[in-house]
């Protein structure tokens, strides 16, 4: 396994993807895969490299790792890797502005988020009045408080949301009692958890078809080389398969990737994704995609006029379906 951050600007384009996959002497297929977070999501396909299933599935894989959803969205339009793990919303974003991404697997088509808040909150009703924060408005921790507001029956009125940027500028803020709530993810939440904060609001476990991270290509790269789109989504497919049934080796990976010391903490996020967010198959969320393009239409009215199937392309897991590969996995 390789991997490498790439800085991706508007004077620098690098492109990897061959017209043509031969493979390397060994056998291997080399295949570049993007991603944009140092997250649980990407533990499933950290581990699959790791544990080298990618390799049992004929593939060479090299890891990108490049900053921001957007930014990945745009080097994936640009060809600088085969296939993104990126978020929906980034890549939706991208095609409704003339890309040619498309969709062709879901690793987590919920939100992962949970409202961590103080000791002394433990209604709506405490709620009210007190300063949350959020990373940015749009973004996954906005869209997450919209949700968590509606279902404890508030509105964004009632409380007021702060954009103070990445988790750590968060927590530190919560921590110093600035704020009285944030939204976060496992193993950060855990973490806060062991230091006497609760969680008022887990989105992963309520009713939310909101999806949250997808596995990207271009449609010339899924029709010119759907085979090597088949063999990545079947490292996945057996890779979420593995990570869920050897919790030992699992956990320990996903501290290494994480950089999370404590394997109690890791704990808790492995339990959680495991339960509420890893399919075993990857289907992606066409109802989600319609939840996704009417937030974009308040802000780009294009988005309006596009339908969720344009976004998708399920002739690589729908193949791996009628081959009988997924039903090994059900």
Known sequence: MKRRSLMIGSAVT??????????????LIPISIGYDGYSMTTAPMYY????????????????????????????????SFDIAQNGYSPAIAAT????????????????PFQLVVSAN?????????????????????????????????????????LQLGGEGSRTAALMSGQIDGSFEQYPRTAELIAQGFHVLVDLATIDVNYPNTAYVTNRKFVTTQIAVVEKFLMTIIDGVHQ???????????????????????????????????????????????TLVLQGLAKKNPKAASFKPEQFVDLTPLNNLQKSGFLAKFQ
């Open 14 to 27: 690098i492109g990897m993807a061959a017209a043509i996959r031969d493979a390397s002497a060994d056998g």
């Open 48 to 79: 699959a490299s790791k544990t080298g299933i990618f390799k049992k599935y004929g593939l060479d894989e090299k890891l990108i790792f490049v900053s921001g959803g957007s930014t990945l969205s745009q080097a994936g339009v640009g060809g």
């Open 96 to 111: 409704v502005e003339g890309g040619d991404l498309v969709i062709v697997g879901g690793i987590s088509n919920t939100l």
């Open 121 to 161: 909150i433990n209604s709506a009703a405490d709620l009210r009045g007190k300063k949350l924060a959020i990373s940015k408005f749009g973004s996954s921790t906005d869209i997450s408080a919209g949700f968590a507001l509606k279902h404890l029956g508030l509105t964004r009125d009632d409380v007021t949301l």
């Open 243 to 289: 990570y869920k049934t050897n919790p030992e080796q699992a956990i320990a990976i996903t501290g290494e990737f994480l950089n999370v010391k404590d394997p109690a903490i890791v704990k808790q996020a492995y339990d959680m994704y495991n339960t509420h967010v890893f399919p075993n198959i990857p289907w992606p969320s066409e109802a989600g995609i």
